[in-house]
């Protein structure tokens, strides 16, 4: 008795959406927190937090750079030294501290790329923000 062409290649067609699945879902780094919100920090005091970079997948990626995007502020900085390309191998992390050290008061944002290349080119954004309300000892209160 001859099986049906369909149910004969069944087995195939399940590993080959499996190989799909896995090789599409496992090019991408992952990144934690993508947010962060550093609260009111006094001016010229200096708050940090740790973004975690990982790779969960069976080869390395290669992080070409993490810098702050055009127009964030320069209020938050990288503690981190960081030398690039960097190899992140296969499951594998890397720590990046970012410090928030506003020296005026108000709201104030940041975006950090991360940026790797596997079988292309990937951007991570991290967005950050923080502020404080207290103005600088000696600043003057807004006239009336």
């Known amino acids: ?47 940090s937090t740790i973004i975690t970079i990982m790779n969960y997948t069976g080869h390395s990626h ?24 960097m190899v992140l191998e296969s499951v594998g992390f890397l720590e990046v501290e970012v410090v928030f050290s506003p020296s005026v008061a108000g709201p104030l944002t940041a975006d950090l790329e991360i940026v790797s290349i596997d079988s292309g080119l990937q951007i991570v ?8 309300g207290h103005p600088p000892s000696g600043a003057c209160a807004p006239s009336q």
Request: aromatic share 8%.
């Open 125 to 132: 954004t991290v967005s950050l923000q923080g502020g404080t």
């Open 62 to 85: 290669i992080i070409t750079s993490i810098a702050f995007a055009e127009g964030s502020s320069p209020d938050f900085s990288l503690a981190t030294d960081l030398e690039f390309p």
């Open 1 to 47: 008795m001859q099986k049906s062409g369909l149910i004969a290649e069944a087995p195939i067609i399940f590993l080959i959406v499996l190989w799909l699945s896995l090789t599409s879902s496992a090019s991408a780094i992952e990144v934690m927190p993508l947010e962060y919100e550093f609260g009111e920090v006094e001016v010229g005091a200096s708050s």
